[in-house]
């Protein structure tokens, strides 16, 4: 066990991100024990014990508390230690060395989250290293299998082992890759407040089958089709401004110009019901279409694999994400028939179609997220640590593990602060070739959480 010293430097979080980019945790199949094995060594050289828990002995989960001055409640930090796969992509870099070039660090997870990851566990080691306590237990969960649906990891947990998590009010984990350059000259800090959550269906198209050769049937299975991919290419469901995306609106209302200004007022208001894709750049007004209204693409379309049949029937699965807030999947469906019949020649198809639920995402039970006191200490943070930076609140277009640890009551947060440049889309290599983070932004990050550990409500 290291000794205690006061005056000790901040443990730097870069050599940790290195070795933990090292371990191919490559979901799947995950294999994410040895990686588990390195932290867990880690914690034990500054006296932190810790165990292991899951239903795959290769694909732990460790779970281990770090006790607190009684000065607050408790608090979670969550981490996945799991990648996903780098076939068939062109690196520039191998993308398990870990290279650190130009002050940044190369490979898989630097950003989707072994960077967050470093993040916690510096904080947590300076802490030890200067023999402060923190404000409250801190309960840190590294699990494994946030790729590919949590079961093995925080779902497992969650529902074997609740009561590791009772009496915690609050957690941090992944922002889920929010970004937002709404103004290129402004740096902005996304807090993640809320998450839309998946809805996964199957539609079935069905007509007239036959032989190829013959052309002119109405109404077949491929026409159909083109209608329904027609209605998603070109068609939006309702839009919705949920409490989250409401405040979100209004915080960026006071810092960009005028113009965009308004226009944010209006879809406020509801008297305008799409983004103004004029005003700003593609990649923003997407994320923020995303997050007005549920949203559906097709992702898999199956026919009989044979070039001289019509097919009599068509699956089309669909990757749906709903809303947080008191929507349902039978909400969801409704939007999406409407919106296909109104793509359709006959004005009907979408009633007519087969719809079948494949995967539905967790409900938060706690739908308008907490803006509370500990909201506010994060942006507190945030503004000390930058001054020229905006915090915001953001809704995650996707999901992360966050949902299962909502369901236990907690009110969880995506808080893995960046020192970015302005403009900066560095996120957006997650999942992607060539991820990458800068080192002092993971420094950054680290050195927020580690106040947030030393002081928060």
């Not at 290293?129 to 494994?144: E, F, I």
């Not at 949902?403 to 992607?432: I, K, T, V």
Request: with cysteine; charged share 25%; aromatic share 6%.
């Amino acid at each position: 066990m290291q000794l205690a010293d006061p005056a000790a430097a901040p443990v730097d979080p870069i050599p940790i991100l290195r070795d933990l980019i090292r371990f191919r945790s490559v979901n799947p199949p995950g294999e994410e024990r040895a990686c588990a094995e390195y932290i867990a060594a880690l914690l034990a050289e500054a006296g932190i014990t810790s165990q292991f828990l899951g239903p795959d002995p290769e694909r732990p989960s460790l779970v281990a508390r770090i006790p607190g001055r009684g000065e607050a409640p408790p608090l979670l930090l969550h981490a996945h230690s799991d990648v996903v796969p780098t076939d068939g992509q062109e690196w520039t870099h191998p993308p398990f060395e870990a290279l650190l070039i130009d002050g940044e660090v190369w490979g898989r997870g630097a950003i989707d989250m072994k960077g967050g990851l470093a993040m916690m566990l510096s904080a947590l080691l300076t802490l030890r290293a200067r023999g402060q306590a923190p404000a409250g237990d801190v309960l840190l969960a590294v699990v494994s299998d946030e790729e590919n649906g949590s079961r093995v990891g925080a779902g497992w947990l969650t529902s074997n082992h609740p009561e590791l998590f009772e009496g915690i009010p609050y957690c941090i984990g992944e922002d889920g890759g929010a970004v937002l350059t709404v103004d290129p000259a402004r740096r902005f800090h996304p807090v993640g407040v809320a998450e839309k959550r998946a809805c996964w269906l199957r539609l079935t198209l069905r007509g007239r089958g036959g032989h190829a050769s013959r052309q002119g049937w109405p109404n077949l299975a491929v026409h159909q089709l083109t209608e329904v991919l027609t209605a998603l290419r070109d068609g939006r469901l309702p839009v919705h401004i949920t409490p989250a995306f409401d405040r979100m609106l209004e915080d960026l209302g006071e810092v960009v110009g005028e113009e965009l200004a308004a226009e944010l007022v209006a879809l406020r208001k509801g008297e305008r019901s799409t983004v103004p894709y004029e005003l700003m750049s593609t990649e923003d007004a997407v994320y923020l279409d995303s997050t007005i209204r549920h949203t559906a693409n097709a992702t898999i379309i199956r026919t009989p694999e044979k070039i001289n049949m019509i097919p009599s029937e068509i699956t089309v699965d669909i990757d749906g994400r709903i809303l947080p807030g008191e929507f349902y999947v039978e909400d969801y469906v409704a939007e999406l028939r409407a919106l296909i019949n109104g793509f359709s020649a006959s004005g009907t198809l979408g009633d007519e179609i087969g719809i079948e639920l494949l995967l539905e995402g967790s409900r938060n039970p706690k739908n308008e997220p907490e803006m509370g006191a500990f909201y506010e200490r994060l942006t507190e943070i945030l503004r000390a640590a930058d001054p020229e930076g905006v915090p915001v609140p953001m809704i995650t277009p996707a999901s992360t593990d966050a949902r299962l640890f909502a369901n236990l009551g907690m009110d969880c947060y995506g808080w893995l602060p960046m020192l970015l440049p302005a403009g900066s889309r560095y996120q957006e290599n997650m999942h992607d070739a060539d991820e990458r983070v800068p080192a002092d932004a993971v420094r950054f990050g680290a050195d927020c959480l580690y106040q947030l550990l030393i002081d928060h409500p």
